[in-house]
């Protein structure tokens, strides 16, 4: 698998889909710190919550290939500013979490991704287990 680095706002599902990518039991855990788990890396949604933080990305995703940034379909609003993924200097993909939420709206959320850099985007839902394996492939 190619080294990944994600990104996005508190809540919106990174470490869930890390669980399900490695086929680990869904349990709800905080990510308070840069995690490492095998060949992804699970960030902080402070990271992209605080400009400040941004050098730390910066710095996280030095030995990464890819920058997968995560968006909840379900949200009304983007952390990530326009061209947010081209500080990375990298493969950026679109991970849309939460699809099979009610209330999801994924046309926003592929709006949201393509502005902020996203080159592909995939449909996610860790809890039913859709688009994952699109995702593996695409990552391995």
């Not at 902080?44 to 909840?72: H, K, W």
């Not at 926003?108 to 287990?129: C, H, M, P, Y």
Request: hydrophobic share 35%; with cysteine; aromatic share 8%.
């Amino acid at each position: 698998m190619k080294k990944t680095m994600l990104v996005g706002k508190t809540g919106c599902g990174k470490t869930t889909l890390i669980q399900a990518i490695q086929g680990r039991t869904i349990t709800y855990k905080k990510t308070q710190a840069v995690s490492f788990c095998d060949d992804i890396i699970d960030t902080p949604g402070e990271f992209v919550e605080n400009r400040r933080f941004y050098s730390a990305l910066m710095a996280t995703s030095t030995p990464c290939e890819i920058i997968g940034l995560i968006q909840d379909a379900t949200a009304s609003h983007s952390i990530f500013p326009p061209k947010f993924g081209s500080m990375f200097n990298k493969p950026i993909i679109g991970v849309i979490s939460k699809t099979d939420r009610e209330g999801c709206n994924i046309e926003r959320a592929e709006k949201f991704l393509k502005w902020a850099g996203a080159q592909e985007i995939f449909l996610t839902s860790s809890i039913d287990n859709i688009g994952i394996k699109p995702l593996l492939e695409h990552l391995s």
